[in-house]
């Protein structure tokens, strides 16, 4: 996974996490998938895949909440962001170096 790459699929995440809170079982498949290959590149690192855990946590709830919770959840958006952004720093770090 090179920088370009990376940055593209953060962005995805922040795009999938724009859609919530809702019952999304596919955007919540979409965000596993993209939190699979951050997790499985040869540049991951043990600190990338902790935050890639959080983020997928935080997604879960978020793409899997009944509708009469949504409102409250609403006001989690800014720490879902901050999640996805500390993510994004973590592969950008990553992936300034190569694999062996």
């Known amino acids: 996974?090179?920088?370009?790459e990376a940055e593209r699929l953060c962005d995805a995440l922040a795009e999938l996490a724009?859609?919530?809170p809702s019952k999304d079982p596919?955007?919540?498949?979409?965000?596993?998938?993209?939190?699979?290959?951050?997790?499985q590149?040869?540049?991951?690192t043990t600190h990338?895949?902790?935050r890639a855990n959080l983020v997928d946590r935080a997604l879960s709830g978020w793409f899997d909440t009944?509708?009469?919770?949504?409102?409250?959840?609403?006001?989690h958006?800014?720490?879902i962001?901050?999640?996805?952004?500390?993510?994004h720093s973590a592969v950008r770090e990553a992936s300034r170096f190569k694999p062996r």
């Open 77 to 79: 958006r800014s720490e």
């Open 26 to 39: 596919r955007a919540l498949v979409e965000a596993t998938a993209i939190l699979r290959k951050i997790t």
């Open 1 to 4: 996974m090179d920088a370009d």
């Open 48 to 50: 990338m895949r902790d």
């Open 66 to 75: 009944e509708e009469r919770f949504q409102p409250l959840l609403k006001g």
């Open 81 to 87: 962001y901050a999640l996805i952004e500390r993510l």
């Open 41 to 44: 590149s040869p540049q991951a």
């Open 18 to 20: 724009s859609k919530g």
